[in-house]
């Protein structure tokens, strides 16, 4: 199975700081790389898929780059509502595993 | 619009089953996968597998074979999921998703989740 780590597991940031998350897979996955944003109690929303395709409707301060084994989902500029956790999926080969997760906190 | 309605919530003894349905609207059934992801409390998300409701196939993590069912209703337009087996750590939330089209497997849209407390 593809392995799939984030870094880092949780980050402070405030309102307007731009900020970076990482996802590292064991194995290439060329450009099979997805981003999603889950908040408490609800389910995960598609933010970006393919590494750097913007899914419809997401907000542009959004975006994600990489290819092969090292990814990064960046918001440029963070809003209220972007304070959640981010994960990261392989959809290369089954079984399409996730990360572990990083937590967005307010500092 | 595109929505995926699950079934309630299920409270099961350990040793049972669960049987947890899926049922779409505002596309065409046949014509995306469903996946099936689970969230114990408090943790990160656990892809189990997912069904082509067009032709029945299915592929699933190895962890689950063996004890999950993946199935499809076309007649009425719904995705099940069973899992046998139930134990403390398969309380969990589980979630269906559809995946989108073009190859690149992301899951566009979510169901809202099926809370399923495993307790003796």
Known sequence: ?????????????????RVTFTCRASQTIRSYLNWYQQKPGKAPKLLIYAASS??????LRFSGSGSGTDFTLTISSLQPEDFATYYCQQSYSSPYTFGQGTNLEIK | Q???????????KPGASVKVSCRPSGYAFTGYYIHWVRQAPGQGL??????NPNSGDTNSAQKFQGRVTMTCDTSIGTAYMELTGLTSDSTVVY??????????????????????TVSS
């Open chain 2, 2 to 12: 595109v929505q995926l309605v699950q079934s309630g919530a299920e409270v099961k």
């Open chain 1, 54 to 59: 913007l899914q419809s409707g997401v907000p």
């Open chain 1, 1 to 17: 199975d593809i392995q799939v780590t984030q870094s880092p597991s949780s980050l402070s940031a405030s309102v307007g700081d």
């Open chain 2, 95 to 116: 979630y269906c998703a559809r995946e989108m089209r073009g190859g690149v497997r992301g899951l566009d849209y979510w169901g809202q989740g099926t809370l399923v």
């Open chain 2, 46 to 51: 656990e892809w189990m597998g997912r069904i």
